[in-house]
């Protein structure tokens, strides 16, 4: 199951034509990564360049047992891990694993930029919120759709699509995240308490 996380807080379903076994060699990252810079240079707009790119993380993820190695460990404290796989200065990707311990939550937050994130292993749970402002709290927030996405299901955000990760599993939960150049001025942590937001 693939789903859209929109910017008024609510979730779409997005139906794709399956992925083709293919005959060639396998599809490994460098050919996911030129695949993506060819999508990003021909389509413009959020959407479309979603559309293009979940195929490409679907056969990725077929091809590449090794991003499912549960060897990736949640930090004690935080209760989470990043693993960067790619990242290059003046190149608008970045490529990670992720590993969240059993029921370890992220702040709410958007990214400032679109993105994927496919579950490999475990189950997340997904909490979205759209910006409902008032002239004393500009960034109040109000409550949208949840979702909970299981071992290969993905969604895709937009650049302030406003979430909540929490871990389900009793185990690590594992996803492969991709995302686009970062706005670091436009990305944000929210405080429902508060009305509040920073820089995140």
Known sequence: MIYFATTDGSM?????????????????????????EDILARVQG?????????????RLLRDSPWLYYPDLVPHPQ????????????????????VAW????????????????????????????YQRSPQPAYP????????CTLGQDQMIGFFADAIHHV???DQGPTLSFNLYGETNYDQRWQFDLATHSARLF
């Open 12 to 36: 779409e379903t997005v139906e794709l034509p399956e992925v083709e076994p293919s005959q060639d060699s396998p599809y490994r990252l460098y050919r996911f990564l030129t695949d993506l």
């Open 139 to 146: 960034h109040r927030l109000e409550l949208g759709d949840e």
């Open 78 to 97: 935080t209760g989470w891990a990043v693993q960067t796989l790619y990242d290059e200065p003046f190149y608008p990707l970045t490529v990670q694993r």
């Open 166 to 168: 929490q871990a389900l």
């Open 46 to 58: 959020d959407r479309p360049r979603l559309e293009a790119i979940f195929p490409l993380v679907q």
């Open 101 to 128: 311990a059993a029921g370890a939550t992220s702040p709410i937050h958007n990214h400032g930029t679109w993105g994927i994130v496919a579950i490999l292993q475990g189950e997340e749970k997904n909490t979205f």
